[in-house]
Structures are given as C-alpha cells and as structure tokens.
C-alpha cells in the first residue's frame, strides 16, 4: 500500500465530503455562474458565494467581495505583483521564497523593478529587522512567505506585517504552506494581501485557490474578459471581486475548497495542526537517531509546518527518493522544489533534498515506515562500501561475509552476510533453508526434508515427496531443484529456469555462480547496489538465521 508523504505538494487524500460536493456539482447543477437567470446558474452562483464567505470568515477577511478566486497561488501572486509593481518601485523579500514569488519579482527586475532579498538563517529564520533595515523611500511592497515549502520554517508574519503598516507599505504574504494549518487574520497580521491555494492544505482540488486585495489598493487586472456583469462596456468593471475574474470561474474545485474549508472548521484548525505537528516530530525524532543523515530547518517542531527536509551522506537525492518510491512505495519530492534560492540559503544547492510532508490523514505506521526505510538506505550505502573494499581485495568469500556482517548495522545485511557465509561451506543446507522458508518450516532442516548427499549432487527422501507442496510456482521449481542429481551448477541453473518469483530465481542464478567463481558473485552484488541502491531482493527470504 502507497505511503503519501508529499502533502506539501498536494494534499492527498481529501476529505470525503470535498469529492462529494465536486461531484455534486457536475452531476446536479453543471451550469456557469452568474451566467444566466435560470435555476441551474443560480445554484451555481450560490456555490460560488458561499465557499467565498466561508473564506472570508476563515481568514476573517472585511468583505467577500474581497477574495477573488484564481486557479492557483502562483496566478495570485502575479496578479498582484505585477498589478502593482511599476518602474522605479523597490520590493523587499525573503531567501527562502518559491519560485512563484522570485521569477515574477525577476520580470519585474527586468521592467524597473528593484527588489532586496533578505538572507534568512540557515535554518530558514528571518529577522524582521533585517527587513526593516532593507526599507528605502521607494519601497512599495514586502512579500514573504508564511511557511518554508523546503524546511517548513515558520515565518513571523505578524511582526513583519506591523513593520509595513508603521512604514505605509503594502504588505503581502504568501500563504500556500501555512493556510488550513496555521491561524492567519488578515487584519491582525496587517495583511493588504494574502495568496492561497486551495489543494494543500484547505484541501481543496487542484486548480483552485484565491488572492484577498484590501480595499484601496491600485492593482491593475492582469486577464481581462467577460464577467457576466456590466457586458456592454469594453473594459473590465471597476468593482470586486469581477474586476480580476474575467471567464468561467472553476464551480465544482471552488465547492470542493468550500468543502475542504468546512472540514477544517468542522474538525478544528487545532487538532489537524497538533496531530500534523505529532507526526513531524516522530520524522524529526527518528530521522535525527540515524547516523548518516542530515536534517535542515528548526530543531523544534514548534517552528515549522509539517514539512521536512533531509539527505543521507553520500546519497544523491533523487537516488533516494527512486528507493523509496520503487522498494517502499512512499511518496516522497526531491530536489529544488521550485525554491533554488531556499537551498542556497541551507546550502543544499544544486542538488536539493529529499522533502517529506506529512498531512492529516498519515499514520503513526507511515512514519514508522518512512524511518526504517531510511535506515535501510543508509545502511545499503555502508554495504556498498564494503562490497567495493572486497573487490578491490579480491578477497576469500568467507572471510568478506563474516567482516561484512560484522559491519553491516542492518539486521537484514547482516542476515544476508551470514547467509553467504554458511553457503560456502553447505550449498545445500541453504537451499534448504530456503525452500523450508517458503513453505513455512521456518528452518526445521531434516525434520521436515530429510536428505541425502552424493557425489554428483542431491535428491529428496523419496519417503517425503508426497508431502511436498507444490501450489507455489517457486516451491515447485525448489522441489524439483531437489530432486536433480547433477552437478551443483546446474542444479541451481535448470531450478532457477523453473522459479517464476525474481527473489527466489535470483538467489538460485547466484548460488550457481558461486558454485564457480565467488569473484563474480561479488562483481554481482556489487552491480546492483550501484544500479538500485540496496542489495540484493532474494536476502527477503532469510532475513534471519534458523537454529
């Protein structure tokens, strides 16, 4: 079963009754807002209204007419940076903003803008006084973001929001991280705008989302079209929120977000916070007891959202993301996340890390996952290492395993290692143990397989043969392998042809070569740690050691 660790991207899954009412709105109503006087349109338009009031109640916005639904975040941001910033403008910002802040401010640079980047810590802090000292005579605007989507660093908007006001200036806050997490009042935190999606975590459906403009502010549209009101003008009215709404607004994601807003009122901004906030520190807590792997943002959970950045030394980012995708099945980001400035800031630059982002919906069990899946990708890089030593070496087989086993922290490597080495000395006993494992034996030997050796290779007790089961492709190619008395090689190589599971057919291939060469078995192990970053899938059915 998948594990979904990237809610900072989009949240996932949403709220039962967030799909209802999407659905509710293509399957029963299905027509244009504010595009016509029959009934369907006007049920549409009351959709429209009420998910804009519930917000407004949210956010503890004035006016509804206020919000102005967008498509996402990033049209929000443009619309006001761009709907403001002129020529001869000066705008301050933040080192840990995404993209969609930072290449509209470089547009805008471009155009005559001047902006100032304010170097955060390397744990993601900004000082507001770092922004105050940054304020010239020109400066128009302050724009940050509430909450890092690379550390999760809590940014102190309230503090810089009352910076703005004392100065005259515009004060904007990129919410795209902290809204339906954090509590955000506009006109407490002296916000002029705030920018948020709706597919995070207010969990809503991708495509929506919504900018507040407070009332006075010059903001020049950046679509024009038809709004369904004053249609006989050639320019856009005047009035919000139809001023910035130019074309069809997006019915059922808007519901959907309505929903996602009511669930979050409905269960409480607090406990999705605590339980969000439990689940990072148990990442944090468990990640920081692994030697090896390095941890970005603030040591105290309490000053981040539920998002976390991490590498393993040694390790590129998108290698360990691949493994836990492919092997563990969690879903992880790496990489920049689209805020190159960020990772400078963190110096995890141009590599990126691997971010996970817990949401409302994860477990304990996803955590506890995501940590022993860490744990095995560290120690796969430890086991890699001593694979290369011993190929450097050439080492005697036995004498590799027994050290490597010593090395390997992992009780799966270390299995692996034993095994290996016990099959030097007793290729059958380790197919045994292994056809024992698959039937469920669970390592009882002669007991249950009794056996006999001869000088060309081995048969089965004829006196056990009818007990045998054979409803499993796999124990029936090791139950056929059993019964071939030639030489080891191919009595590994014709078994392996018959197995149709990849562990059991791989460990037979390797038995046969090490039947002829342990070089080559290790050249083997070797190839694939550095093609798939953990070894090898057949130490699953061994991973301990029978008595």
């Known amino acids: 079963m998948n594990i979904y660790l990237d809610n900072a991207a989009t949240s996932f899954p949403k709220p039962e009754t967030v799909y209802r009412a999407v659905n509710d709105t293509l399957q029963k109503y299905g027509s244009s ?7 369907m349109s006007m049920q549409t338009e009351r959709i429209i209204f009420e998910a804009r009031e519930r917000i407004t109640s949210f956010f503890n916005i004035p006016f509804s007419s206020n919000v102005i639904f967008t498509f996402n975040v990033t049209m929000g941001i443009n619309l006001a940076l761009k709907g403001i910033l002129k020529a001869g403008d000066h705008v301050i910002t933040s080192s840990m903003e995404h993209n969609a802040v930072m290449r509209p401010l470089k547009r805008l640079e471009n155009e005559g803008v001047s902006k100032t980047v ?10 507001p006084k770092d922004i105050e000292k940054e304020i010239k005579p020109n400066t128009k605007m302050i724009v940050i973001t509430h909450a890092s989507n690379v550390t999760g660093t809590i940014l102190p908007i309230r503090e810089v929001g009352e910076i703005a006001r004392k100065n005259g200036i515009i004060f904007f806050v990129d919410a795209a991280q902290s809204a339906g997490l954090l509590p955000i009042d506009v006109q407490k935190d002296n916000i002029d705008i705030l920018g948020c999606t709706g597919h995070k975590s207010l969990f809503g459906p991708q495509g929506t989302g919504f900018l ?5 502010l010059d903001v020049k549209p950046l679509i024009e079209g038809g709004t369904g009101s004053n249609s006989e003008s050639d320019e856009m009215p005047d009035f919000l929120p139809d001023k910035f709404q130019a074309g069809t607004l997006n019915t059922p994601g808007i519901a959907g977000l309505g929903a996602g807003i009511e669930f979050i009122q409905n269960e409480g901004l607090e406990k999705i916070r605590d ?9 944090l807590n468990g990640l920081k007891k692994i030697k090896g792997v390095t941890l970005y943002g603030p040591s105290n959970s309490m000053d981040r959202v539920s998002v976390i950045s991490f590498n393993i030394d040694g390790k590129d980012p998108a290698e360990v993301g691949n493994i836990l995708n492919e092997k563990y099945d969690i ?3 790496v990489g920049l ?5 960020a990772h400078r800031t963190i110096g995890t630059f141009p590599e990126g890390t691997v971010r996970v982002s817990v949401g409302y919906f994860n477990t304990e069990d996803d955590i506890d996952k995501l940590i022993k899946a860490v744990r095995d990708i560290r120690d796969s890089k430890v086991v890699l290492e001593i694979l290369k030593q011993a190929m450097e070496s050439e080492q005697d087989g036995y004498e590799f395993y027994i050290r490597a086993s010593a090395m390997t922290k992992d009780p799966k490597g270390k299995a692996m290692f034993k095994y290996l080495a016990r099959d030097e000395t007793d290729h059958f006993k380790t197919l045994e143990e292994a056809y024992n ?3 469920g034996g669970e390592g009882k030997g002669s007991k249950t397989i009794g056996h006999k050796k001869k000088e060309k290779g081995f048969v089965i007790d004829s006196s056990l043969q009818g007990k045998l089961k054979d409803d499993s492709g796999d124990l029936k190619a090791l139950n056929i392998a059993l ?3 030639e030489d080891a090689q191919e009595f590994y190589t014709k078994s392996a042809e018959k197995a149709k599971q990849f562990d059991v057919r791989d460990m037979l291939l390797n038995l046969a070569d090490m039947e002829k060469n342990h070089y080559k078995l290790l050249k083997y192990e070797y190839d694939f740690l550095t093609h798939s970053g953990f070894w090898c899938d057949f130490s699953e059915i061994t991973i301990e050691e029978t008595e």
């Open 437 to 439: 494992r698959l039937k």
């Open 483 to 485: 019964k071939i008395e």
């Open 337 to 341: 996340h689209c805020s190159p400035n």
């Open 331 to 333: 879903m992880s980001r």
């Open 212 to 216: 507040y403009i407070k009332d006075g």
């Open 118 to 127: 304010v170097k955060c810590s390397k744990e993601g802090f900004l000082n």
């Open 275 to 283: 339980k969000e906030l439990h689940l990072a520190t148990e990442i």
């Open 33 to 39: 807002p504010g595009r016509g006087g029959h009934k």
